[in-house]
C-alpha cells in the first residue's frame, strides 16, 4: 500500500487545514482499518485518530471537537479536518493504513 499525504501548511492559532491521504496499492481500501498520527520534535509518534472500516471513529482526548477523521472508499482517500488549532499541534502527521503501513508525512506548524 502507498499512502501520500498532502494539506499541511502554516497556520496561526484558530485557523483550519484538511488535510488528505491517497491510497493506492494492492490493499483493497475499503477494508483497510485507517488513522492518522502525528510526532512533534523530540517526541515519539502518537495516534491522533481512527477509522475502522465501518466507519466507526476513535479520536485522542486533546483533539475531541477539534479534529474529524473521514474516509471516501470510492476515491481511495483519508481524511483529517482540523479546526480551532493549537500551537500544541504543532507537527509532522502521518497516515497509516492497517497499523503497518505508512506514508511520507506532511508538516503542519501552528504560530501562536
Keep these: 500500500v502507498h ?12 485557523g483550519s487545514l484538511r488535510l488528505s491521504c491517497a491510497a493506492s ?8 482499518e485507517m488513522a492518522w498520527f502525528r510526532q512533534a ?7 491522533v ?6 466507519d466507526e ?6 483533539v475531541k471537537g477539534r479534529f474529524t477523521i473521514s474516509r471516501d472508499s470510492a476515491k481511495n482517500m483519508l481524511y483529517l479536518q482540523m479546526n480551532n ?7 509532522v502527521y502521518y497516515c497509516n493504513a492497517d ?5 511520507q ?4 506548524t501552528v504560530s501562536s
Excluded at 499512502?3 to 484558530?14: A, F, I, N, R
Excluded at 496499492?25 to 483497510?32: L, M, N
Excluded at 488549532?85 to 507537527?91: I, N, R
Design 3 to 14: 499512502l501520500v499525504e498532502s494539506g499541511g501548511g502554516l497556520v496561526h492559532t484558530g
Design 25 to 32: 496499492g494492492s490493499t483493497s481500501f475499503a477494508i483497510a
Design 41 to 47: 520534535p523530540g517526541k515519539q509518534r502518537g495516534l
Design 49 to 54: 485518530a481512527h477509522i475502522t472500516n465501518r
Design 57 to 62: 471513529t476513535k479520536y485522542i482526548d486533546s
Design 85 to 91: 488549532l493549537k500551537p500544541e499541534d504543532s507537527a
Design 99 to 103: 497499523w503497518r503501513h505508512w506514508g
Design 105 to 108: 508525512g506532511t508538516q503542519v
